[in-house]
């Protein structure tokens, strides 16, 4: 198998009794699109807190393009090349789509806003986010202000942040949470190619767009990793049946 870009090796993380991630191991490779599903609650969001950088898990190794980062902050995991977009959005709604293109990769690196003037005079910053802006097809609307976007614009721009960083590897926290058949499917599309960029950790809840991109899915339940394969593999698997996938059938 191909050189893991980010292995995930027995991790742990509790909340008082709760094991939110117990003996999470896993791997991104390049290329890939690895989704990680589950029900609501089995601990997807915390896990991706663990490898971005937010939350320090109690016990495991997490290592990225040969380099142990588990104990690395949040933005020199980022200088590092992991790039994310996150469940919640951290777009400002009173910028513009360039302004945030740029701040939102700016402040992602863990420089400070204070820079804001030099920081938008910056012409190859403001030529980088504008290629970003270009490829989720947001260049039309860079002077427009965030808050005017409709929900699909604005996570498609969270996506353009990420891009701004030109990171190794994606993490994307439920980035079709809220989008339209017709957004979900476009961003589908986008997220096909990039995986050639840079393999993505993709949590989603959207099983359509789940089936139709991974390469390899991964299930979680309370905490646990239940079963990583191909989709063909998960839909077949009868624990995951019982665990999940059966209950959305049923439902
Ligand atoms: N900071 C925290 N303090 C205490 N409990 C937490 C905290 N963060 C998460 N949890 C708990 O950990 C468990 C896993 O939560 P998490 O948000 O990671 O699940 P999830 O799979 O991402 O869910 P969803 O699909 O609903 O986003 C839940 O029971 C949640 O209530």
């Known amino acids: 198998m191909t ?44 896990l991706i807190k663990q490898i971005a950088g937010g939350l320090a898990p109690d016990a495991g190794t997490i290592r990225f393009a040969g380099e142990d980062i588990t104990a690395l ?16 959005s951290s777009l400002a709604m009173e910028y513009t789509v360039l302004q945030n293109a740029v701040l939102g990769a700016v402040g992602q690196r863990g420089s400070v806003w204070r820079f804001f003037k030099p920081v938008m005079g910056d012409t190859e910053l403001r030529a980088t986010a504008m ?54 499917k476009r961003l589908t599309g986008f997220l096909d190619g990039l995986r050639r960029e840079a393999p993505i950790l993709l949590v989603e809840h959207d099983m359509d767009a789940v089936f139709a991109l991974a390469d390899r899915i991964s299930v979680l ?6 079963a990583t394969g191909t989709g063909d593999e998960i839909r077949a698997n009868p624990q995951v049946r019982e665990a999940y996938l059966g209950e959305e059938d049923a439902a």
Do not use: W
């Open 73 to 88: 902050p949040t933005p020199a995991r980022a200088r590092a090349g992991l790039g994310r977009t996150f469940q919640i």
């Open 3 to 46: 050189e893991p870009l980010l292995q995930i090796e027995g991790l742990h993380k509790s909340f008082g009794a709760l094991k939110a991630t117990d003996d999470v191991s896993l791997m991104l490779v390049p290329g890939e699109i690895h989704a990680l599903i589950g029900p609501n609650g089995a601990g997807k969001s915390t």
């Open 221 to 226: 339940v309370y905490g646990k990793v239940i």
């Open 131 to 184: 290629a970003a802006l270009e490829r989720v097809g947001l260049a039309d609307h860079a002077t427009t202000r965030t808050a005017e976007l409709s929900h699909g614009q604005r996570r498609l721009l969270e996506v353009a942040v990420a891009l701004t960083l030109k990171p190794r590897a994606f993490l994307m926290d439920e980035p079709m949470a809220g989008l339209g058949a017709s957004g979900s």
